[in-house]
Structure formats: C-alpha cells, structure tokens
Nanobody, 123 residues
C-alpha cells in the first residue's frame, strides 16, 4: 500500500520561502506521477505541480511557474516542492498525491494522497 507523508509546512511572511517534502513508501514509483495540490479555505482543490518519477519531467500550474519547483530524490523516495516568493494567496493546505498512469492535472485521477501540511503566508 502506497503511503505519502508530507512535512515542511509552516508560517512565513510574504516574500519568503518554504520547502515541502513528501516521503513515499509502499510502492515502486517508476510508473507514477507525483503531484502537489493545495486547498485554501472555502475553495476547491487546486493543481500545483506534478513530476514524472522515472525521468523527472515536470508540469506546473501557470500561477506557480517561476516561483515553485517540484523535484524528486530517488535515493530516498521523496518528492519536494520548493516555494519561493510566497504570497498571501498561497496560504492553503498542501497535499502530496501519487498517480499510477499518465500525466493528469485532475486530483480525482490520483490514487494516493498524503494527509496534508498547512502553509500560512502573512502579508
């Protein structure tokens, strides 16, 4: 059973940076896409970024391009989300997700989810 555990959330001032981590276990991830999503209070879940585990290809939501970077470390089965130039509108619970299959932006197509980590950006 695939398990995903996020860490690294917290509170930061606008303009600051945070790095989220997602430790993955229980699977062989060569055929997976690993994604980050977020959900702010009162809003729908939103796609942030995804990475193809095997070759490292990445895709970002337009609003995150240039500020966020998704990466993975095969040696310790961890996916990262480096977030720079944070804005108050980035405040949300951030979730790590795994999808066995092809590239997808729709969270409902991801089979496994972490518990989420809170990111709060104060202006």
């Amino acid at each position: 059973q695939v398990q995903l555990v996020e860490s690294g959330g917290g509170s930061v001032q606008a303009g600051g940076s945070l790095r989220l981590s997602c430790a993955a276990s229980g699977g062989i991830f060569s055929s997976y896409y690993m994604g980050w999503f977020r959900q702010a209070p009162g809003k729908d879940r939103e796609f942030v970024a995804t990475i193809r585990w095997s070759v490292g290809n990445t895709v970002y939501a337009d609003s995150m391009k240039g500020r966020f970077t998704i990466s993975r470390d095969k040696s310790n089965n961890t996916v990262y989300l480096q977030m720079n130039s944070l804005k108050s509108e980035d405040t949300a619970v951030y979730y790590c997700a795994a999808r066995y299959g092809t590239l997808a932006y729709d969270g409902s197509l991801y089979q496994y989810w972490g518990q989420g980590t809170q990111v709060t950006v104060s202006s």
